[in-house]
């Protein structure tokens, strides 16, 4: 199993501090997320259908029904390299590495390219090219145009190019997903999730966008009721709830930028709506003294990134600056 933020528990116990007196930054997950009504005793009684509602919502959403239902994006991140003719992929690094290792555990030879560009990763010469956008750790977004143009370089060529747009709900005019499978794009395929913006990680439900005959074989794979029928009732209302997703952009933006301005002091930092990363020589030192006061945020054993997610209500944006105010790097 690799590492991941969310080990709220792993953490009480090691610094011995009770859970609930924990401020969890750790994940980037939109910490007031949307509320799930009381749902339907038939979504608890009875088995989910294909026809509920949830897959009409979704493309309406998303604008584009070239959509599987699956159990959180990581499900199609799993399955979807063993669907695919074994190749050299290029991975632009650092990223979820939930990617990799699915690629490499289905026999496919990875290229990490750090912190490259879209062109650089296309000038690999390889058929599959992989990234995150916004990319999760590091918050760096690659231009919409320079991806469709990826794409359909790719398309030349005969490869695919796979995006992972977990964090892209705050900003959908930078997404591909209206593209993904269509004549435009029939070699893009994108995963979404309703994790992140939402703030529905339990649910665990989320979607693969892709080629019709791709879909297929992934559902296949996956087999039947993949998706719980209250997490497909409640992610049907969620997505269909326009008013909430509007007022929620908002105040993502907003508090993504306060995040981003509380971090400045300490080094570089990059920013999403729903996460901060700090690159900085001390970041290590930071998370153990953050963590020292029960407030835990995600370091990276490779690299010196420490993410930021939004804190939940004014207390614990407080909690955060009192925290960084006392912080003082063993350098100084």
Known sequence: MLDHGGRLREAAAHYDIPLADWLDLSTGINPQGWPVPPLPAAAWQRLPEDNDGLEATAAAYYGNANLLPVAGSQAAIQWLPALLPRAAVACIAPLYNEHPQAWQRAGHKLRFLQNATL????????????????????????????????????????????????FIDATPEHSLTPLAGTADAPNLIVFRSLGKFFGLAGLRVG????????????????????????????????????????????????????????????GEVKATPLFATLNAPSTGELHEHLARRAILTRRYATNPLLRFGLPPDEAGWQRLTDALTEWKPACT
């Open 119 to 166: 062109p650089r990763a296309l000038a690999a010469a390889t058929p599959y090219v992989l990234l995150c956008n916004p990319n999760n750790p590091t918050a760096d977004r690659h231009p919409r145009e320079l991806a469709v143009d990826a794409a359909a370089q790719l398309k030349k060529r005969g490869g695919w190019l796979i995006v992972d747009e977990a």
């Open 207 to 266: 979607f693969l966008f892709a080629a019709p005959e791709l879909l297929t074989k992934m559902a296949d794979a996956i087999g039947p009721w993949a998706i719980a029928g209250p997490s497909r009732a409640a992610a049907t209302l969620a997505l269909g709830d326009s008013t909430w997703q509007t007022a929620t952009r908002q105040r993502l933006h907003a508090d993504g930028e306060r995040l981003r301005q509380l971090l400045a002091p300490l």
